[in-house]
Each structure stands twice: as C-alpha cells, then as structure tokens.
C-alpha cells in the first residue's frame, strides 16, 4: 500500500484522531457561524449589516500574525488547542442562556463574533503546525485535500440540519450543538501524539517583539520571493472570494421569501460545501504538486465565471443548486494548494509566524471584501454584486498568472 495514496494517509491512526478532533470543532463552529450570519441578516434586514459581521469575523482571523510568536514559541503545540478549545465551549453554553433569556443585541452579536473568531486564531493556527509534525511533506496536499473534503463533506449534512434547527430551536440550539462539539474535539486532540519542538530559550522575555520582527524580515526581506507573492495574492484573492456565502444568504433572505428561505439557507450552504468536498477530494487525487500555483490560478478563475453566472439562475431552484454545487467545487483550490505549501516548504521552527503572518492580509481582505460587497447589493442589487466579484477573481487570477512567477511556478517534490 503507497503509504501516501488516500489509503495510506488514513492508516495513520493517529492523524486520523487529529482529524476527528479539527472536523468536529469546525463542524460545531460552522454551525455557529450559520445561525449567527441569518439572525443578522434577518434580524437587519440588510445585506450590509450581515457584511459587517463577517468583516469583524474575517478581519479578527487576520491577528493570527500575532498568535504565531506565541505558538512558535512554545514546545507543545497541542496545548494550544486543549486550553482552547474548552473556553469556547463554556462561551457558546453562555451564549445559549443569552438567547434563551431574550438578551441578544446587536452589540453582544458584534462581540460574540469578535470573541469566537479571536479564539478560534490559536487552535486554527496550531492546527496547521501540528500537521506537518505528524505527517511527511509528501502527505500534505493530499491529507489537507482529504480533511477540508471530508470536513467540507461531513458540513453538508450539519447544514442542511442547520436550517431546520434554525428554524425550531433557533440560535441558542446552534450554540449549544457548537458547545459539545468543542469539548468532543478538546477529549479528541487529548489523545493525540504530537512531536514537542525544541525551541530557542534565549528570546522567551522577548516573545511578541524579537520573534514577532524575525518572521516579518523573513517574509519581507528574506530570499522567499514566493512567499511574498503569496501574502499578497492571498489578500487579493481572499478579498473577491467571500462571495459565496454572503450572496447565498441575500438570495435565501430576499429573492425565495416564497420558498423557504431559512431551509434555503442551509441547503444552498450545504450544497456548496458538497461542491467542496468534490472539489477537495478530486484535487488531492490529482496531487499536483509540482504545479500547485497553476492549479490553484485556473480554480480561481473558474470559481469566478461560475459566481458571475449565479443570478441566471434565480428563476430556476435546481440550476441554482446545481451552480453553486459547481461554485463550491473550485473554492477551496486556492487555499488548499497554498497552505500545503507553506507547510511543505517553510521549517517548523517559522511555521507559525509564516502562516499567520500570509494569513493577515488575506483575513483583511476577506472583511473588507464582505462589507464591499455587502454595501455593492444594497446600492445595485445582486446581480451587480455577483457579475463584479465574479468577473474580478478571473482578472486576479489571469493577472497573477502574467506577471508573478514565483506564484505560477510554484511546487514541490
């Protein structure tokens, strides 16, 4: 058995727990996310009260520039997910018993976002330092594609419960699931073998300044001219491809209010995250890493001809399915392919600041991108909103494929 086929990955008994614990927080945590993006948008009415909560969402994911100090810096990267994991938990039981005492604002909405969004930084980020110390290189593509596909995957059923649980219990029983979700992953990653990383002592006073500036020189200023490439294209790509979601919940709230827009809701979600486990799955069976920075260009520029087309489909409910199914096929490409690569080619010792500090614009661009967009449907509508951001991505990735060679040629063996 090639021990880096699909097989062999999961004959690894102990990435297998790893991943049972990331799929069941980032289930519970989609699930959250799902009820908290429709009491906005239901509760405002207004598509771009809905881009502000994913701005201050997206915008707090891109601080995890400042958690890879710390998370570089410590020899146990695990504990940064089992210390975690709980505090989210025990936040979302309070927020449960906010909802069911009718104390839900749209302040403590903007707070409960910002707060579940800063916490979810360390696990995310940890995370993805974990998995290249219990994996080889060679595995990378092919178990991210094989996590975000089956995790993507597992989605499709929560949210299509989502909008039934909306529904019938509303947020407070969205909040509850995510708490027990939260603690089945804390017991989950507690029985995970995870390597401890030598470290560099003579700089722990210094933590947030000294390691903070040597991993912005190393981006900046080092000889990873493809690294630089990559913070930059992220954050532009990152700022067009937040569309998906955001238009799925304009069309569900505003264009089938006939139709069930709640069960929309969640069924479209589901559907794009079907697309995704697709999409994920087939890419990995491909593994092309030697031409990773190709691929990941013709999936964004495909992804957007794909969202330019979605308003064609409003009158027809299974074209629409059937579009956004293929939109979520390409979606998760880019991201995918990069973060395999920054794993397979940055040293673990640099991992953490690496990853968060490409992570800070695209986070930025991905909140500006949600308030731009959400501002552009209230003032043209969505079609204008959908043919823009659509038509964008495909200039992005054909201009990144002209001018940045670092980012087209990228790979590797």
């Known amino acids: 058995?090639?021990?880096?086929?699909?097989?062999?990955?999961?004959?690894?008994?102990?990435?297998?727990?790893?991943w049972a614990a990331n799929m069941s927080a980032e289930l519970g945590y989609g699930l959250f996310e799902l009820a908290i993006v429709w009491l906005a948008i239901t509760e405002s009415h207004s598509s771009f009260f809905a881009g502000v909560i994913l701005f201050v969402e997206f915008a707090t994911y891109s601080l995890t520039f400042a958690v890879g100090p710390l998370i570089d810096a410590h020899p146990d990267k695990k504990k940064f997910i089992t210390w975690i994991f709980p505090v989210q938990a025990l936040l979302a039981i309070l927020i449960t018993a906010a909802v069911l005492a009718h104390a839900i604002t749209v302040p403590l909405i903007l707070l409960v976002v910002f707060l579940m969004a800063l916490l979810w930084d360390f696990p995310w980020l940890a995370a993805s330092v974990i998995l290249p110390l219990i994996l080889r290189k060679e595995q990378l593509l092919r178990a991210n594609s094989l996590m975000f596909a089956v995790g993507g995957g597992s989605s499709v059923l929560i949210n299509a419960m989502g909008g039934i649980a909306l529904a019938v219990v509303g947020v407070g029983g969205a909040s509850a699931i995510y708490a027990a979700a939260f603690l089945l992953a804390t017991l989950l990653m507690l029985t995970v073998s995870v390597p401890r990383v030598q470290v560099d002592r003579k700089e722990d006073g210094n933590v947030l300044?000294?390691?903070?500036?040597?991993?912005?020189d190393e981006l900046m200023g080092g000889r990873r001219s493809d690294l630089r490439a990559f913070f930059f294209l992220s954050g532009i790509q990152g700022f067009f491809s937040v569309a998906?979601?955001?238009?799925?919940?304009?069309?569900?709230?505003?264009?089938?209010k006939g139709q069930n827009g709640v069960m929309n809701f969640g069924l479209l979600n589901?559907?794009?995250?079907?697309g995704g486990f697709a999409g994920n799955f087939v890419y990995g069976k491909i593994n092309p890493t030697r031409r990773l920075g190709k691929s990941i260009l013709a999936s964004t520029a495909v992804e957007g001809i794909l969202i330019a087309?979605?308003?064609?489909?409003?009158?027809y409910l299974p074209f629409l399915y059937l579009l956004w199914f293929a939109v979520g096929s390409f979606d998760p490409v880019f991201y995918t392919g990069y973060t395999s690569y920054v794993q397979a080619t940055v040293e673990s010792s640099m991992l953490g600041r690496m990853k968060g500090n490409i992570y800070l614009l695209r986070g930025t661009g991905r909140g500006v991108g949600n308030i731009a967009l959400g501002a552009l449907v209230a003032a043209a509508g969505l079609v204008a909103g959908a043919v823009w951001f659509g038509v964008a991505l495909v200039i992005v990735a054909v201009?990144?494929?002209a001018v940045l060679e670092p980012v087209r040629n990228?790979?590797?063996?």
Request: glycine fraction near 10%; proline fraction near 3%; aromatic fraction near 16%.
């Open 244 to 256: 998906p979601f955001l238009l799925i919940a304009v069309i569900t709230a505003f264009y089938l």
């Open 270 to 274: 589901a559907t794009l995250l079907a």
């Open 410 to 413: 990228a790979g590797y063996t």
């Open 309 to 315: 087309l979605t308003p064609l489909a409003l009158g």
């Open 1 to 18: 058995m090639d021990r880096d086929s699909y097989r062999g990955i999961v004959g690894n008994t102990n990435f297998l727990r790893f």
């Open 399 to 401: 201009a990144a494929y």
């Open 209 to 216: 300044t000294g390691r903070l500036a040597e991993g912005w």
